[in-house]
């Protein structure tokens, strides 16, 4: 299976009650410079960097490595200075703003459904290339085996909250991180880590072997291989 699809790993940061972000749903910074750090270490070290619609709309992130070093030695190995910044989109509605446009530079790739507006897609096609995967929602295998053809071997989701439910009940994720860090957030309407459908019974919860455990800033990060 790995080799028709990208290794992928999910990073996030959230609250010690499991939270992404408040019920306001904008962005909230949970991390501390330390873990920022990392997180930038990760995206350096990644092919490409995938968000959902949700967290584009919410936080309007630019997903660029903030290293200047990093940068230049992405270059210095024949790289574009960021990777790939990917939007998980089933209806073509990333702003033609958004700061992924605007900010850094190398490729962008925004995934739509085939329902998605034909003139949305068009106007997205001359800032990124498009790639259709899925009838009225993004079909994620589908996606994954795209990625994979256009060379993309790791991975990086970074969020939200349904995104990263879909990939990980699609069977798509290899590895979790998540810096938890400590405060609490509270509200059944504030995103958490994993929201989507979720699951009925235990037996159906995706299982998951503890790599590292690791203090970082004023909390925790934790990895995980998912089973
Ligand atoms: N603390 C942290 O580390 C982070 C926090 N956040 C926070 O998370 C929140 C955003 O999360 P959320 O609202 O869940 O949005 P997401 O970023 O998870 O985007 C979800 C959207 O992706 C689209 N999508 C397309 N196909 C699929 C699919 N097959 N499975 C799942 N999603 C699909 C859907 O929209 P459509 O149908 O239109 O395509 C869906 O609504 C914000 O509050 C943000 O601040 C975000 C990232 C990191
Ligand atoms: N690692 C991490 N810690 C936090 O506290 C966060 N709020 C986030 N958010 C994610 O980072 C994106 C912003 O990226 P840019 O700074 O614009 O490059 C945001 O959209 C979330 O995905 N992450």
């Known amino acids: 299976?790995?080799?028709?699809?990208?290794?992928?790993?999910?990073?996030?940061?959230m609250s010690a009650d499991g939270k992404i972000s408040t019920k306001k749903r904008k962005q909230v910074k949970i991390s501390g410079k330390t873990d920022f750090d990392r997180v930038d270490g990760l995206r350096a070290g990644s092919d490409a960097v995938m968000v959902g619609i949700g967290t584009v709309l919410a936080d309007d992130p630019s997903l660029t490595v903030k290293s200047e070093e990093r940068r230049r030695k992405r270059v210095?190995?024949?790289?574009?200075?960021?990777?790939?910044?990917?939007?998980v989109d089933s209806q073509a509605r990333t702003p033609l703003d958004a700061d992924i446009f605007k900010k850094g530079t190398g490729k962008r790739i925004i995934v739509v459904s085939r329902?998605?507006?034909?003139?949305?897609?068009?106007a997205l096609s001359k800032k990124a290339e498009i790639l259709v995967a899925g009838e009225c929602q993004v079909d994620l295998v589908e996606m994954a085996h795209g990625l994979k053809n256009r060379e993309?071997?790791?991975l990086m989701v970074e969020g939200g909250a349904t995104l990263n439910w879909g990939m990980v009940r699609s069977g798509l994720v290899d590895e979790i991180s998540v810096f938890v860090g400590n405060l609490i957030i509270g509200g059944k309407d504030a995103p958490t880590f994993m929201d989507g459908e979720g699951i009925l019974e235990r037996e159906e919860a995706i299982g998951l072997e503890l790599k590292k455990f690791e203090p970082m800033d004023e909390g925790i990060v934790l990895t995980w291989r998912v089973k």
């Open 76 to 87: 210095e190995s024949g790289l574009d200075e960021n990777p790939v910044r990917i939007v």
């Open 152 to 154: 993309i071997n790791r």
């Open 1 to 13: 299976m790995l080799k028709d699809r990208p290794f992928t790993f999910i990073n996030s940061a």
């Open 115 to 122: 329902s998605a507006p034909a003139d949305r897609v068009e």
